[in-house]
């Protein structure tokens, strides 16, 4: 235990003289690199800007209030295909990250050393970019529409769903494993009376609550070009229709509390 | 199976083979889950139209992309993508310095545990409102405060990181081990002292994993807000697949991926490290 004496007296310490001075000079560093980063990221800052910046925000508050609710009666299509969007990426993710988890899983995959490396960058290049960046890729190669935000949303979901998924597949219990096969049980047998079990659980728990991330992503897709509410949130913001923007901000939270609602209730009554 | 074992099962008409139980226990779910499900399917693959021949026409496009991966451009935009990556890099370490330093105050504060009913509502309305935008709009709304720039994206992302920093260090305090809280305050110490020495010990290893994870989302969020206008690699991003320029595109890609596989596998180090 760390003490320090002066003269007779022993006082009780966290840590020793030498771990703490470390300590500081660590924070001391992350300081002046702190100091850095904001000195090279602001040097074509235009502070008159940021000093407007609360009169700005007023008024685009007043331009904001009220809502067009009027609005409304255009919205649910878009509202229809962003649900849409999400729930079709969703299914068509999943589809896909099966088996990129089991090939990504130590103890399913057929090889160690050359098909898991390659599930695991899939995993990783698919869970690194962004939806709307995959839609704005999708967007220029499909054209606009909601082919290209399905997709988007599929292709992020990929590396979500399998991550966690090939993570739930190797902590499962391997003595039932070993219980199946000791029956005489092929491969794919065992797979489907085995592991599956063990897994289904926390699959439909990862694909839920990923429903609910896309459901989320899936509205801002449009102002890229794939379609939904977005869509309609790009043309309101390009023509400056602030009380249609704050319909469809008023829209798009009304559908993310729902849908983390529903989300939550179903994970619950899973797990 | 024994058979003698199956024909006393079949005498007293017990089934003679195992079933295994089904994953929906109630039957009306069961079945009406599929239903509905294949209902959903033709209501919304018949609401998606697609435009088929702008697919086709898409198709080199799409070819020019995969062969941008395999032999990506990172110099002929280098001047750009380099500016990009560093304005990308400088606004996450930003971002989530103060994002933390702001978090940390509302995530005590929203910790039922240890804060009065009043601020305790206050922090959680804070958090409720933080995580109920997408990055992306609350991106638009500061850069009509702000102007064009990572200063933009810089507050945008701060204010991302105290909805979800501050909610799961306020769960992780609620789910302090109360006993040594309570032996903190039987030496008779004031609030300060037993956030000081009870909570903080117990939840600081998750809160610096949490900060790091937070550095990655950071990072991969900073890609995308560029893309309205709030500073950072997703501008030259958003250029460069503008103008069909995929193999710029895919090096821009590449090094995001990259940059995410190193703070993934830095961070798990450190944490390692902490624990």
């Given at each position: 235990m760390p003490v320090r004496e002066i003269g007779e007296i022993k006082i009780w310490q966290r840590r020793s003289t030498a771990v703490e001075l470390a300590g500081w000079f660590g924070w001391l560093l992350l300081v002046a690199l702190f100091v850095f980063c904001w000195q090279v990221m602001n040097h074509q800052t235009l502070w008159v800007f940021v000093q407007d910046a609360p009169r700005q925000a007023a008024d685009i508050a007043g331009r904001m209030l009220p809502p067009r609710w009027s609005y409304m009666q255009r919205l649910w299509v878009p509202l229809w295909d962003t649900l849409n969007i999400a729930t079709l990426g969703t299914l068509l993710g999943v589809a896909l990250a099966l088996p990129v988890a089991f090939l990504a899983a130590r103890n399913t995959?057929?090889?160690?050393?050359?098909i898991r490396p390659v599930a695991l960058l899939g995993i990783v290049s698919s869970r690194s970019i962004n939806s709307l960046i995959w839609a704005l890729l999708l967007v220029s190669i499909l054209g606009p529409g909601l082919l290209a935000g399905i997709i988007a949303i599929a292709l992020r979901s990929i590396g979500f769903i399998g991550k966690l998924l090939y993570e739930a597949i190797e902590e499962i219990d391997p003595s039932q494993v070993e219980a199946v096969s000791a029956t005489g049980a092929s491969a794919l047998q065992v797979l489907d009376y085995g592991i599956t079990p063990q897994v289904l659980p926390a699959f439909a728990g990862i694909t839920v609550f990923r429903w609910d991330i896309n459901i989320r992503e899936s509205t801002v897709l449009g102002l890229v070009g794939a379609g939904g509410i977005g869509l309609e949130l790009s043309h309101s913001l390009n023509t400056l229709a602030w009380p249609q923007v704050s319909l469809i901000f008023i829209v798009i939270l009304g559908t993310v509390v729902l849908s983390e609602w529903v989300s939550a209730k179903v994970r619950h009554a899973i797990i | 199976m024994n058979p003698r074992l199956s024909g006393t099962a079949a005498a007293s008409g017990y089934p003679q083979r195992w079933r295994r139980p089904p994953f929906i226990s109630r039957p009306w779910l069961r079945y009406g889950l599929p239903c509905g499900a294949v209902l959903y399917l033709i209501l919304g693959i018949g609401s998606v139209e697609v435009n088929w021949l702008r697919a086709w026409e898409g198709l080199p496009r799409g070819f020019a992309f995969v062969a941008g991966f395999l032999a990506p451009d990172f110099l002929s935009r280098g001047a750009d993508i380099r500016a990009g990556i560093l304005e990308s890099l400088t606004m996450t370490l930003t971002s989530t310095v103060v994002g933390i330093l702001i978090s940390v105050p509302i995530g005590v504060g929203a910790a039922r545990n240890l804060a009065p009913p009043a601020i305790y509502g206050l922090c959680r309305a804070i958090i409720a409102l933080s995580r109920s935008f997408q990055e992306v709009i609350i991106a638009i709304l500061f850069v009509a405060m702000?102007?064009?720039?990572?200063l933009a994206g810089f507050l945008t992302l701060a204010f991302a990181t105290i909805g979800f920093l501050s909610k799961l260090l306020a769960e992780d305090i609620e789910e302090i081990e109360e006993a040594q809280a309570e032996a903190i305050r039987a030496t008779g110490a004031g609030w300060l002292q037993l956030v000081n020495y009870a909570v903080q010990p117990q939840v600081m290893p998750r809160l610096i994993g949490l900060s790091l994870y937070r550095l990655d989302i950071n990072f991969r969020e900073s890609a995308v807000i560029g893309i309205v206008g709030?500073?950072?690699i997703g501008a030259t991003l958003n250029t460069a697949i503008d103008r069909y320029e995929f193999d710029s595109a895919a090096a821009i890609l590449i090094i995001i991926i990259a940059i995410v596989l190193v703070a993934e596998y830095s961070s798990g180090a450190i944490r390692k490290w902490v624990q």
């Amino acid at each position: 235990m760390p003490v320090r004496e002066i003269g007779e007296i022993k006082i009780w310490q966290r840590r020793s003289t030498a771990v703490e001075l470390a300590g500081w000079f660590g924070w001391l560093l992350l300081v002046a690199l702190f100091v850095f980063c904001w000195q090279v990221m602001n040097h074509q800052t235009l502070w008159v800007f940021v000093q407007d910046a609360p009169r700005q925000a007023a008024d685009i508050a007043g331009r904001m209030l009220p809502p067009r609710w009027s609005y409304m009666q255009r919205l649910w299509v878009p509202l229809w295909d962003t649900l849409n969007i999400a729930t079709l990426g969703t299914l068509l993710g999943v589809a896909l990250a099966l088996p990129v988890a089991f090939l990504a899983a130590r103890n399913t995959t057929p090889s160690i050393r050359f098909i898991r490396p390659v599930a695991l960058l899939g995993i990783v290049s698919s869970r690194s970019i962004n939806s709307l960046i995959w839609a704005l890729l999708l967007v220029s190669i499909l054209g606009p529409g909601l082919l290209a935000g399905i997709i988007a949303i599929a292709l992020r979901s990929i590396g979500f769903i399998g991550k966690l998924l090939y993570e739930a597949i190797e902590e499962i219990d391997p003595s039932q494993v070993e219980a199946v096969s000791a029956t005489g049980a092929s491969a794919l047998q065992v797979l489907d009376y085995g592991i599956t079990p063990q897994v289904l659980p926390a699959f439909a728990g990862i694909t839920v609550f990923r429903w609910d991330i896309n459901i989320r992503e899936s509205t801002v897709l449009g102002l890229v070009g794939a379609g939904g509410i977005g869509l309609e949130l790009s043309h309101s913001l390009n023509t400056l229709a602030w009380p249609q923007v704050s319909l469809i901000f008023i829209v798009i939270l009304g559908t993310v509390v729902l849908s983390e609602w529903v989300s939550a209730k179903v994970r619950h009554a899973i797990i | 199976m024994n058979p003698r074992l199956s024909g006393t099962a079949a005498a007293s008409g017990y089934p003679q083979r195992w079933r295994r139980p089904p994953f929906i226990s109630r039957p009306w779910l069961r079945y009406g889950l599929p239903c509905g499900a294949v209902l959903y399917l033709i209501l919304g693959i018949g609401s998606v139209e697609v435009n088929w021949l702008r697919a086709w026409e898409g198709l080199p496009r799409g070819f020019a992309f995969v062969a941008g991966f395999l032999a990506p451009d990172f110099l002929s935009r280098g001047a750009d993508i380099r500016a990009g990556i560093l304005e990308s890099l400088t606004m996450t370490l930003t971002s989530t310095v103060v994002g933390i330093l702001i978090s940390v105050p509302i995530g005590v504060g929203a910790a039922r545990n240890l804060a009065p009913p009043a601020i305790y509502g206050l922090c959680r309305a804070i958090i409720a409102l933080s995580r109920s935008f997408q990055e992306v709009i609350i991106a638009i709304l500061f850069v009509a405060m702000v102007g064009f720039g990572p200063l933009a994206g810089f507050l945008t992302l701060a204010f991302a990181t105290i909805g979800f920093l501050s909610k799961l260090l306020a769960e992780d305090i609620e789910e302090i081990e109360e006993a040594q809280a309570e032996a903190i305050r039987a030496t008779g110490a004031g609030w300060l002292q037993l956030v000081n020495y009870a909570v903080q010990p117990q939840v600081m290893p998750r809160l610096i994993g949490l900060s790091l994870y937070r550095l990655d989302i950071n990072f991969r969020e900073s890609a995308v807000i560029g893309i309205v206008g709030a500073g950072g690699i997703g501008a030259t991003l958003n250029t460069a697949i503008d103008r069909y320029e995929f193999d710029s595109a895919a090096a821009i890609l590449i090094i995001i991926i990259a940059i995410v596989l190193v703070a993934e596998y830095s961070s798990g180090a450190i944490r390692k490290w902490v624990q």
